[in-house]
T-cell receptor
């Protein structure tokens, strides 16, 4: 499981409330990623990090922010949750194998915004 | 940017038969093509990958092929078993920091 945990695993919240999801890894990987998974859309990248305090946007970054203050933790924040952000969120780490982007996923967080 | 198309979206095969899932990609610089399997309620798991310097790779009942000229790659599962039922995702990556996923194929193994 590449030493990745996510918390919470399930969350129900109301529209307009802030939500923070946490990804924690124990293997000191430099790269970490946040994806959302929705039926018919596969896995879409929200944001990623390539080091402490170094982050960049993915294809669906609107409405999300991230922070990485230490190597092991990558936080995803929904400043004001909307129903369109109801989804399953997966964190991933990258194991750099000969320069190739091997990614391994955490167990996921199911978020429901009412 | 990279775009990955995956077909079919749903596939049903009789147990013991073979299953083939096909993907195309758009960026000729892509050099790494992983495949993930996701069982219901679980995380996607990397099951096999192929790199651009290789045309084919096998691991027991699973094989992947890559045609760089045509920009397509495929997953082949032989002698399918009930535990092969899952959603399968292809992906492509070049030497930047991201990988792009296909939309997935739901594979049903029929008894």
């Amino acid at each position: 499981d590449a030493g990745i945990t996510q918390s919470p695993r399930h969350k129900v919240t109301e529209t307009g409330t802030p939500v923070t999801l946490r990804c924690h890894q124990t293997e000191n990987h430099r790269y970490m990623y946040w994806y959302r998974q929705d039926p018919g859309h596969g896995l879409r990248l929200i944001h990623y990090s390539y080091g402490v305090k170094d982050t960049d946007k993915g294809e669906v970054s609107d409405g999300y922010s991230v922070s990485r203050s230490k190597t092991e933790d990558f936080l995803l924040t929904l400043e004001s949750a909307t129903s369109s952000q109801t989804s399953v969120y997966f964190c991933a780490i990258r194991r750099t194998s000969g320069g190739y982007n091997e990614q391994f996923f955490g167990p996921g967080t199911r978020l429901t915004v009412l | 940017g990279e775009n990955v198309e995956q077909h079919p979206s749903t596939l049903s095969v009789q147990e013991g038969d073979s299953a083939v899932i096909k993907c195309t990609y758009s960026d000729s610089a892509s050099n790494y093509f992983p495949w993930y399997k996701q069982e219901l309620g679980k995380r996607p798991q990397l099951i096999i990958d192929i790199r651009s310097n290789v045309g084919e790779k096998k691991d027991q009942r699973i094989a992947v092929t890559l045609n760089k000229t045509a920009k397509h790659f495929s997953l082949h599962i032989t002698e399918t078993q009930p535990e092969d039922s899952a959603v399968y995702f292809c992906a492509a990556s070049n030497r930047d920091d991201k990988i792009i996923f296909g939309k997935g194929t739901r594979l049903h193994i029929l008894p």
